[in-house]
């Protein structure tokens, strides 16, 4: 009897402690991994559906039309899958899952390894071209090598801190290659896919917001997720989508209230768990705040180093004509501060005015958020650029041996660099002229235009061609899709570690009758690992911002006004105006532009101006003793 009681009572307590546990309540970390983990099982079946539907269909152009509805559908679970995995394994995404459709060389090989396109733009691209009838093959390739590695792929843990991180990463992702078309370069289906990406966040973050203290704060948050899933709902033409409004009244301030709800949960903050420093300043609340990218990230300085005196240091010898072999040319020469750090030149003039450089001089203003310089992108950083300027023949003519030999001889020289940097030696060394040229470059910050300061809110009014011309430039126009919103050059984000090239089928002279490509390769004749087929005549893609000083354009500077330049993308850049340019990376397709439309997005290029407190020179140059010839140099050299 007493065995029986003891059999009941136990189930009795059992059954108890089962539903106790049942009903405790799951942490809002427990349940994001839950729709995680769920969303990647989505995933992967949406790709084994896909798979099934372009295997078992002949491509007809009716059968096109249902495979297109069932990648949508693959497109939906992937957006929902993507803002986390994205952070959690950039490079598996962007190796196997959604890298740009173009070759590249492998980064860290001895030799020209070729990375084929892999993934779903691959794909897009594919489906939506005019040879889709012909593409069922390359698909199923594609859909093989993404089923494969996503079935070996192991589900790495999620912390609190990488919701949020993950979510502002999503945001900035979502705006300059969602909304743009980037992301979907066949079928323009960015509009859609942004709404999932905010779906996903809207299912994750509210788990967090109901635990937070402040629910003014909390409150307004759900709001913003709301609001902007509902924006993205109801506007859907790629081409009327205003994109300028989405940024000021959804991305940018959801931008700011997921950071503010971060830092109120008190998790860890990128540079608790990053060994290294990041390209974005995680502090930042606005996409086209002034301090959003840390230039500290881009130059090699020595955090010690990277202060106010070596930035003056800097500006000194950016004007000393003392690095060039007559002591007559100087930096400003071909980067003169009065015409936006450019010469406005076609190409600039050769040492000793024996002729003219082979490429246009580009604005140095902003020119450190990159990660590769020089138009075919040979030198790894600025400090690395200075020295390639130096011993060409046909801009310096000398030495690094021959510069120190000078500059050693200057007492005025050995006291700045000894203050500057603290050195025991009295010599100066060549690793020190770099930091300074380099702290000086990158003090060279133009982000405080009229438009930057528009979207800030620190002005109220902008003119609605601008507000067109910027609308047209992430969207229609396609600008956005190479000129990467904040920075407006080929930085790619979210991460922004990464400077493209592209091909665009430059003419050598725009004006002839016949139009012929250009025959500088670019980085397809630089860096020996780089001189692959798809290099040539691809050139580095430049910031558009302060364009309006930078004239004329191009790396050959064949290109008189921004009309003109315009006017080539407008009709397809080289291919689309008939020139041979089997590389072109260049969309041909003819844009369709009004005038109007061409007026506007040039006018918003100029509201991007800045060279406010850029222009200063010093006003004088260190002295040489007994020496007159290098006493008689003139600030910012002769020519």
């Known amino acids: 009897m007493k065995s029986k009681i003891y059999i009941i009572a136990f189930t009795f307590i059992s059954i108890l402690f089962f539903y106790s546990f049942s009903f405790i309540k799951k942490s809002a970390l427990e349940k994001v991994t839950e729709h995680y983990i769920l969303r990647n099982t989505n995933f992967k079946n949406a790709i084994t559906q896909f798979n099934q539907k372009v295997k078992d269909l002949p491509f007809t152009k009716e059968n096109i039309k249902i495979i297109r509805l069932e990648y949508f559908k693959l497109r939906t679970s992937f957006k929902k899958w993507e803002y986390l995995s994205e952070f959690i394994d950039p490079g598996f995404v962007k190796e196997y899952i959604n890298g740009a459709p173009l070759q590249k060389i492998e980064a860290n090989s001895f030799g020209p390894n070729i990375i084929e396109p892999k993934g779903l733009q691959v794909i897009d691209e594919l489906l939506f071209s005019e040879d889709v009838l012909q593409s069922k093959e390359s698909i199923i390739l594609a859909l093989n090598d993404m089923t494969r590695v996503l079935?070996?792929?192991?589900?790495l843990k999620i912390y609190d801190r990488d919701v949020f991180i993950a979510a502002r990463q999503g945001l900035v992702r979502l705006y300059t290659l969602g909304v743009t078309g980037f992301d979907t370069p066949g079928s323009l289906n960015g509009l859609v896919d942004s709404k999932h990406v905010i779906e996903a966040m809207a299912e994750d973050i509210p788990n967090y917001l109901t635990q937070l203290k402040n629910k003014t704060l909390s409150d307004s948050t759900n709001i913003l997720l709301q609001k902007?899933?509902?924006?993205?709902?109801?506007?859907q033409n790629f081409e009327k989508f205003d994109r300028l409004e989405f940024l000021m009244n959804y991305i940018n301030p959801l931008y700011k209230n997921l950071y503010e709800v971060h830092i109120q949960f008190g998790f860890e903050l990128p540079e608790e768990i990053m060994s290294k420093t990041q390209p974005v300043n995680y502090a930042s609340t606005n996409m086209f705040d002034a301090n959003f990218l840390k230039t500290i990230y881009y130059n090699r300085i020595p955090k010690d180093f990277n202060n106010n005196q070596t930035v003056e240091l800097g500006r000194q010898l950016f004007y000393d004509p003392i690095f060039s072999k007559n002591n007559q040319r100087s930096c400003a020469s071909c980067h003169n501060p009065n015409?936006?750090?450019?010469?406005?030149?076609?190409?600039?003039?050769?040492?000793?005015?024996?002729?003219?450089l082979k490429r246009n001089a580009q604005t140095l203003i902003n020119a450190i958020y990159s990660e590769k310089y020089f138009h075919d992108l040979r030198a790894k950083s600025f400090e690395d650029q200075t020295e390639h300027v130096i011993t060409s023949a046909e801009e310096f003519n000398t030495t690094t041996t021959e510069i120190l030999e000078k500059m050693n001889t200057s007492k005025t020289y050995q006291n700045l660099f000894n203050k500057t940097f603290k050195n025991s030696d009295s010599s100066i060394q060549f690793k020190y002229i770099q930091f300074a040229l380099s702290a000086y470059v990158s003090s060279l910050q133009g982000l405080n235009s009229a438009f930057d300061k528009y979207v800030r809110g620190e002005s109220k009014t902008i003119s609605k061609s601008v507000k067109n011309g910027y609308n047209l430039f992430m969207g229609k126009a396609a600008c956005g899709t190479c000129h990467y919103a904040p920075i407006f050059n080929g930085t790619v984000p979210p991460y922004f570690k990464e400077s493209e090239s592209e091909v665009l089928g430059v003419a050598k002279n725009p004006y002839s009758k016949k139009q012929t490509l250009d025959d500088d390769e670019?980085?397809?004749?630089?860096?020996?690992?780089?001189?692959?087929?798809?290099?040539?005549?691809?050139?580095?893609?430049?910031?558009?911002?302060?364009?309006?000083?930078?004239?004329?354009?191009?790396?050959?500077?064949?290109?008189k006004t921004l009309e003109d330049v315009m006017e080539f993308y407008n009709k397809g850049g080289g291919k689309g105006l008939k020139i041979d340019v089997p590389t072109q990376t260049l969309g041909d397709d003819k844009l369709n532009l009004s005038k109007s439309e061409i007026s506007d997005v040039i006018l918003f290029m100029k509201s991007l101006t800045d060279t406010i407190k850029l222009t200063g020179k010093p006003n004088n140059?260190?002295?040489?003793e007994n020496n007159e010839i290098l006493n008689s140099r003139k600030i910012g050299g002769v020519y």
């Not at 079935?151 to 589900?155: E, I, K, N, R, V």
């Not at 902007?228 to 506007?235: M, R, V």
């Open 151 to 155: 079935d070996d792929q192991t589900l």
């Open 228 to 235: 902007t899933l509902s924006y993205l709902s109801l506007h």
């Open 339 to 356: 015409k936006g750090f450019t010469d406005q030149l076609p190409t600039s003039v050769a040492f000793g005015e024996k002729g003219f």
């Open 522 to 559: 670019g980085r397809g004749n630089s860096l020996l690992k780089e001189r692959v087929e798809f290099y040539k005549y691809s050139f580095k893609t430049p910031t558009v911002r302060n364009i309006e000083y930078s004239y004329p354009y191009m790396h050959n500077g064949a290109y």
């Open 621 to 624: 140059l260190p002295k040489f």
